[in-house]
């Protein structure tokens, strides 16, 4: 755990957030800023600052995935979504515990930001 | 392999691209429309549609995102960058040959499209 994340802390329930999904390795709840209709974080629980900081071997990646598909379902977002990860300043990332976006509810547009 | 499917082609070398990388399993060419300095497609050779209908198990989300972080470091993306996958109609997906987008070279804004 980051002493400091504010990702670890809304694992330990030390900061609410709406939840969405939650099971042994994943957590999943509402972007309190969202940026499309149904803005969904994925994370895992153990803490990871960014994609690059995943240690050889472990698939992460693809657990947040397929949890972001069945949460995909579950809300209905049958006409598709995006699947966003940002890495460093300039990608955006701005929470260093890796994460997940689902964005759906509407067209997605291009350029992706 | 999808008969029609134009990522198949550029994988049989039977449409040609401009390569980033390639091995046994993936495949990595610029975008002939970039919407960033940089922008790289990785795919998978296997003919995967959509990313709901990659395989329970299987791994290859991982896979093309470790694949990202590799060529991020050749192409010396060191300020970061952004990963995308679309899925579907409203998620933006234009070909239905599973991929993730690659960007980098500026700053990436938000909201992701």
């Known amino acids: 755990m980051g002493n400091h994340c504010v990702f670890c802390?809304?694992?330990?329930k030390e900061?609410?957030?709406?939840?969405?999904?939650?099971?042994e390795k994943v957590?999943?709840?509402?972007?309190?800023h969202p940026a499309a209709p149904t803005h969904v974080l994925i994370i895992p629980k153990e803490h990871i600052e960014t994609i690059e900081d995943i240690p050889a071997?472990?698939?992460?990646?693809?657990?947040l995935a397929e949890r972001?598909?069945?949460?995909?379902?579950?809300?209905?977002?049958?006409?598709g979504y995006?699947?966003?990860i940002n890495n460093g300043d300039n990608g955006g990332q701005t929470v260093y515990h890796l994460h997940l976006h689902?964005?759906?509810g509407r067209f997605m547009a291009?350029?992706?930001g």
Chains 1, 2 share one sequence.
């Open 9 to 12: 802390k809304i694992i330990q």
């Open 15 to 23: 900061i609410p957030s709406h939840l969405v999904f939650e099971d």
């Open 27 to 32: 957590l999943a709840f509402y972007d309190i």
């Open 57 to 63: 071997g472990d698939h992460v990646i693809s657990l």
């Open 68 to 79: 972001a598909i069945l949460i995909a379902r579950q809300l209905k977002l049958r006409e």
């Open 82 to 84: 995006r699947l966003v």
């Open 102 to 104: 689902l964005l759906g």
């Open 110 to 112: 291009w350029p992706p």
